[in-house]
Nanobody
């Protein structure tokens, strides 16, 4: 399984970015895909997650109403649309995947066994 995250950049507060995570290597029909972020000097934090098959999604409270996770299975891509960005959203964002992950555990980074490289998001005030 290979994951390729991209789309990061620098924006002003209130701006938007869309991150993408392209998955390859196998069928992902029973996978959960998660987005995590890690700010400088802090631990890794769950942002959003989705089942590859089906419509289930989950968001961290800090991003609800501002971020949207979606997917295009034909393109093997999971998107993270980030609107109304705040300086606190600045971090390195990574996508991760795990087959058969129990839905109640999707916010735990230790549950994932496939990680893409991170993409930097910078938000200036």
């Amino acid at each position: 399984v290979q994951l390729q995250a991209s789309g990061g950049g620098s924006v002003q507060a209130g701006g938007s970015l869309r991150l993408s995570c392209v998955a390859s290597g196998r069928s992902f029909s029973n996978y959960v895909i998660g987005w995590f972020r890690q700010a400088a000097g802090k631990g890794r934090e769950f942002v959003a997650g989705t089942r590859w098959s089906g419509g289930s999604t989950r968001y961290a409270d800090s991003v609800k109403g501002r971020f949207t996770i979606s997917k295009d299975r034909a393109e093997n891509t999971v998107w993270l649309q980030m609107n109304s960005l705040k300086p606190d959203d600045a971090a390195v964002y990574s996508c991760a995947a795990r087959a058969g992950l129990i839905w109640g555990r999707i916010s735990s980074d230790s549950e994932y066994d496939n990680w893409g490289q991170g993409t930097q998001v910078t938000v200036s005030s």
